[in-house]
């Protein structure tokens, strides 16, 4: 066992050092892999492909400031490259996570065994395989939650003056709450809690959780540190299932 469970909620920002320092630790470092091989070839390849289009890009973005607000121009060519980097870093992080859920729900359950001594269920490669409709079916139903209110964020960037203010601010705090829908919705897989029951345990507690996202959507713009915030954040989510959630939730004990 890694450490003893604190039962004890903390902040958001706490969890996710925690999954710093828990993504390297002896017997977890093997689940960590596949995820971080996952996310390296994906994020570092689309990462790669953004950076030689920007400069096509931001200016197009910019040719929808109205001339009254030219003058905000230096304020909103920052916004306008946050933006970009926002959307298209969320877009290829959810399909990183699609590629990897089932081995980001096995590390996620071998962590929580070692952070409280419980025992997981047994169930090998072959397990994890019949597991795979129930796994892509919960990545379908984040998706149809997500994607309409993507959509109406992504068309408020093409409101002239809205689009390059209020926009970029609203993405990043939806682009939080789903990453931390995202991330901590594996250990409540799991144990087999619903898409909706979790969402409204995770209302609980709001502000601790926007925290997590907000920093996990932060790393995930950084060149770099952006390839191994997946196992990170899910490292992270589960040791907040373990005291937060684990207690009223648990399938197994």
Partial sequence: MLS????????????????????????????????????????????????????????????????????????????????????????????????????????AEQLEARLTGATPPDVGVLGMMKDLPRIMKREWQKFAWYLPRAIVLLILYFIPGIGQTVAPVLWFLFSAWMLVIQYCDYPFDNHKVSFQEMRSALRTRKVDNMQFGALTGLFTLLPVLNLFIMPVAVCGATAMWVDCWRAKHALWK
């Avoid at 996310?39 to 953004?50: Q, R, V």
């Avoid at 096509?56 to 003058?71: G, K, N, R």
């Avoid at 121009?73 to 590629?99: D, E, H, K, M, Q």
Wanted: aromatic share 22%.
């Fill in 4 to 107: 003893a469970s604190t039962n004890v909620p903390r902040s958001g920002f706490y969890y996710f050092i925690q999954g710093w320092k828990l993504v390297g630790q002896p017997g977890i470092r093997r689940f960590v892999i596949l995820p971080l091989l996952v996310n390296i070839l994906l994020m570092g390849s689309a990462f790669w492909w953004l950076f030689t289009r920007l400069d096509a890009w931001i200016p197009a973005l910019m040719s929808y400031v109205p001339e009254w607000l030219q003058w905000l121009s230096y304020l909103l060519w920052p916004l306008a490259v946050i933006s970009v980097l926002l959307v298209f870093g969320y877009f290829f992080s959810t399909l990183a996570n699609w590629i990897a859920a089932p081995f980001n729900g096995l590390l």
